[in-house]
């Protein structure tokens, strides 16, 4: 058996690893094992690799590898949780724009390639330029470098379809005689990198959940598609799993807005006001007091914590889990529930709320706790709004109606934790602030949380 | 690339993806977002792609270096910080009275 030989046999034994560590990230309490068992794969994949005959020189793989590993080590290390959407934004634009170069790369090195092969090189190159710009804007908006609101203009769905028209015309061009054709190789990745930033600026801040999934699964294809370039089984199996795993998240995060996928990447959602036919709302707004809000509480036996994007906004997670623990000491029954698309990426809420040590049995699914919303004593929201807009129920002309959301509304009192009366994301009026058995606790989320916690202490 | 390879190929990247199907269906929302950036560190994999080229690389074609150099930077970012900070997320996944 010569070394090429057990090479492959390391990557299957890779390949195995790495479906078992998926596997395992399918439960919080093997998920842990299941991702050292998914690295343990990747390493050997890798020190296999490196003893691959066709390698010469190694001085230069070693300095990418070292400088790779210290921008990784130290970013994973500093990142906060409450960053985690960007952190994945830029780690996907990163495994885009590698795939990108090995296509570049793999032409750069042998021209004479056939058709086939220059095909395979197009898609990487495409594929992976996608995912980079697509995620450095995905990034920009989630750290609000870039406005989180759609930017649209007129005609962008021509200039859309001519970029499209564009890069079929160069790409084909290119696979007929890729040979000479190194200046059109570079005009597509240009233009591929266009398309990365035309996709992603029309799509509001709330929809990010779908963003997100959706550059993951590309960066899996762009994986893959290198694989067919390096004529590599192991890109093809880890890069075809990815995309699969990022294409069944953008689906949940789809379904949990109750919107086809064109329809997030299209629509520019968010920037159109609310139809002038929307119900009227009635009632009032009943503002509340910490004090008053602790008296509720206190009162109650079973209490249901509804987190949004702004307890990430406000890093209020560590209150609120100490909140939740007076609560609990207090004879109450504690549960968190999380809408499917709270926060900026699919998990957000669950991460957080991980960090600040609420143990994960506690974490309740949507569907798991709106049949039996109306036996809470109360629902308190914090930061979040779309996702309990009862809207989404009520108004056939609101833009949001049919998104599955909580039910907070049911629940026998429900105490709002908000910065004050805006909108929320999606920029659409929230009738739950006007109900009857609905008091709105107004000010920063970490203050109002921290203020409860003090008079639960003085108690 | 002959016609029984590219078949070869097209046949694992078949069952790979109803693999990958069937292995993700099944996660909970509150693994998401580790499941997210850890297959996305299996993303990186593309690694070794960069890492055959640039070891063949003799040096005649210093842009095709270069390129592949930061192909490999970049794609061990990738991994590294994904699978580095996907393990710092699930240490903290505890469940209940183990705080």
């Not at chain 1, 999606?426 to 008079?455: C, H, W, Y």
């Given at each position: 058996?010569?070394?090429?030989?057990?090479?492959?046999?390391?990557?299957?034994?890779?390949?195995?690893?790495?479906?078992?560590?998926?596997?395992?990230?399918?439960?919080?309490?093997?998920?842990?094992?299941?991702?050292?068992?998914?690295?343990?794969?990747?390493?050997?994949?890798?020190?296999?690799?490196?003893?691959?005959?066709?390698?010469?020189?190694?001085?230069?793989?070693?300095?990418?590898?070292?400088?790779?590993?210290?921008?990784?080590?130290?970013?994973?290390?500093?990142?906060?949780?409450?960053?985690?959407?960007?952190?994945?934004?830029?780690?996907?634009?990163?495994?885009?724009?590698?795939?990108?170069?090995?296509?570049?790369?793999?032409?750069?090195?042998?021209?004479?390639?056939?058709?086939?092969?220059?095909?395979?090189?197009?898609?990487?190159v495409i594929i992976g330029g996608v995912?980079?710009?697509?995620?450095?804007?995905?990034?920009?908006?989630?750290?609000?470098?870039?406005?989180?609101?759609?930017?649209?203009?007129?005609?962008?769905?021509?200039?859309?379809?001519?970029?499209?028209?564009?890069?079929?015309?160069?790409?084909?061009?290119?696979?007929?005689?890729?040979?000479?054709?190194?200046?059109?190789?570079?005009?597509?990745?240009?233009?591929?990198?266009?398309?990365?930033?035309?996709?992603?600026?029309?799509?509001?801040?709330?929809?990010?959940?779908?963003?997100?999934?959706?550059?993951?699964?590309?960066?899996?294809?762009?994986?893959?598609?290198?694989?067919?370039?390096?004529?590599?089984?192991?890109?093809?199996?880890?890069?075809?799993?990815?995309?699969?795993?990022?294409?069944?998240?953008?689906?949940?995060?789809?379904?949990?807005?109750?919107?086809?996928?064109?329809?997030?990447?299209?629509?520019?959602?968010?920037?159109?006001?609310?139809?002038?036919?929307?119900?009227?709302?009635?009632?009032?707004?009943?503002?509340?007091?910490?004090?008053?809000?602790?008296?509720?509480?206190?009162?109650?036996?079973?209490?249901?914590?509804?987190?949004?994007?702004?307890?990430?906004?406000?890093?209020?997670?560590?209150?609120?889990?100490?909140?939740?623990?007076?609560?609990?000491?207090?004879?109450?029954?504690?549960?968190?529930?999380?809408?499917?698309?709270?926060?900026?990426?699919?998990?957000?809420?669950?991460?957080?709320?991980?960090?600040?040590?609420?143990?994960?049995?506690?974490?309740?699914?949507?569907?798991?706790?709106?049949?039996?919303?109306?036996?809470?004593?109360?629902?308190?929201?914090?930061?979040?709004?779309?996702?309990?807009?009862?809207?989404?129920?009520?108004?056939?002309?609101?833009?949001?109606?049919?998104?599955?959301?909580?039910?907070?509304?049911?629940?026998?009192?429900?105490?709002?934790l908000k910065r004050s009366m805006g909108?929320?994301?999606?920029?659409?009026?929230?009738?739950?602030?006007?109900?009857?058995?609905?008091?709105?606790?107004?000010?920063?989320?970490?203050?109002?949380?921290?203020?409860?916690?003090?008079?639960?202490?003085?108690? | 690339?002959?016609?029984?390879?590219?078949?070869?190929?097209?046949?694992?990247?078949?069952?790979?993806?109803?693999?990958?199907?069937?292995?993700?269906?099944?996660?909970?929302?509150?693994?998401?977002?580790?499941?997210?950036?850890?297959?996305?560190?299996?993303?990186?994999?593309?690694?070794?792609?960069?890492?055959?080229?640039?070891?063949?690389?003799?040096?005649?074609?210093?842009?095709?270096?270069?390129?592949?150099?930061?192909?490999?930077?970049?794609?061990?970012?990738?991994?590294?910080?994904?699978?580095?900070?996907?393990?710092?997320?699930?240490?903290?996944?505890?469940?209940?009275?183990?705080?």
């Open positions: 058996m010569n070394i090429e030989q057990l090479i492959d046999l390391v990557y299957i034994l890779s390949a195995a690893l790495f479906i078992f560590g998926l596997k395992w990230m399918g439960h919080p309490r093997t998920a842990r094992k299941g991702n050292l068992t998914s690295s343990l794969g990747m390493l050997i994949a890798i020190i296999a690799t490196l003893f691959s005959q066709g390698i010469v020189s190694y001085k230069f793989i070693v300095i990418g590898l070292l400088i790779g590993s210290v921008v990784g080590i130290v970013a994973a290390r500093l990142v906060g949780m409450t960053s985690m959407p960007e952190m994945v934004a830029v780690l996907n634009g990163f495994g885009g724009i590698s795939s990108l170069l090995v296509g570049v790369v793999a032409y750069l090195v042998n021209k004479n390639l056939d058709t086939f092969s220059a095909v395979t090189v197009i898609l990487s995912t980079f710009t697509g995620s450095i804007i995905a990034w920009g908006k989630l750290k609000e470098v870039i406005t989180g609101r759609p930017i649209q203009f007129f005609g962008q769905q021509f200039v859309n379809a001519a970029i499209l028209i564009g890069i079929l015309i160069l790409a084909v061009m290119y696979s007929m005689n890729p040979a000479a054709s190194t200046n059109y190789l570079w005009a597509i990745i240009l233009i591929s990198f266009l398309i990365g930033v035309m996709s992603v600026i029309p799509i509001g801040g709330a929809d990010m959940p779908v963003v997100i999934s959706l550059l993951n699964s590309y960066s899996g294809i762009a994986a893959c598609a290198a694989g067919f370039v390096m004529n590599n089984t192991l890109l093809i199996v880890a890069g075809s799993l990815v995309g699969a795993s990022g294409i069944i998240l953008t689906n949940l995060m789809c379904k949990a807005m109750n919107r086809s996928l064109s329809n997030v990447l299209f629509s520019g959602f968010g920037s159109v006001v609310a139809g002038k036919n929307s119900a009227k709302i009635e009632g009032e707004v009943k503002p509340m007091s910490v004090e008053d809000a602790y008296y509720v509480l206190e009162a109650a036996s079973s209490v249901l914590i509804v987190p949004g994007y702004g307890l990430a906004v406000a890093q209020a997670q560590h209150a609120v889990r100490e909140l939740a623990d007076f609560l609990e000491e207090n004879g109450c029954e504690v549960g968190f529930a999380i809408h499917p698309v709270a926060g900026r990426m699919p998990g957000h809420m669950n991460v957080l709320l991980a960090e600040a040590s609420v143990p994960y049995e506690q974490l309740k699914e949507m569907d798991e706790v709106n049949p039996t919303i109306e036996t809470a004593d109360v629902c308190l929201v914090i930061g979040a709004n779309d996702v309990v807009n009862p809207a989404a129920r009520e108004d056939k002309e609101s833009p949001i109606y049919g998104m599955p959301i909580i039910n907070v509304d049911q629940a026998r009192t429900v105490i709002v909108a929320g994301f999606a920029g659409i009026q929230n009738p739950l602030f006007f109900k009857n058995n609905t008091r709105m606790l107004f000010g920063d989320a970490k203050g109002s949380v921290q203020g409860l916690v003090a008079e639960f202490k003085s108690d | 690339m002959d016609p029984s390879s590219i078949v070869f190929l097209a046949f694992i990247l078949i069952l790979s993806i109803f693999l990958g199907f069937e292995l993700i269906a099944k996660v909970p929302s509150t693994l998401h977002t580790p499941l997210m950036s850890g297959s996305n560190a299996i993303s990186g994999i593309t690694l070794l792609g960069a890492i055959s080229l640039t070891g063949a690389e003799t040096g005649n074609d210093q842009l095709a270096l270069y390129l592949g150099t930061a192909a490999v930077a970049f794609a061990t970012m990738n991994v590294v910080g994904g699978y580095l900070v996907t393990d710092r997320m699930l240490e903290m996944f505890k469940a209940k009275g183990k705080k």
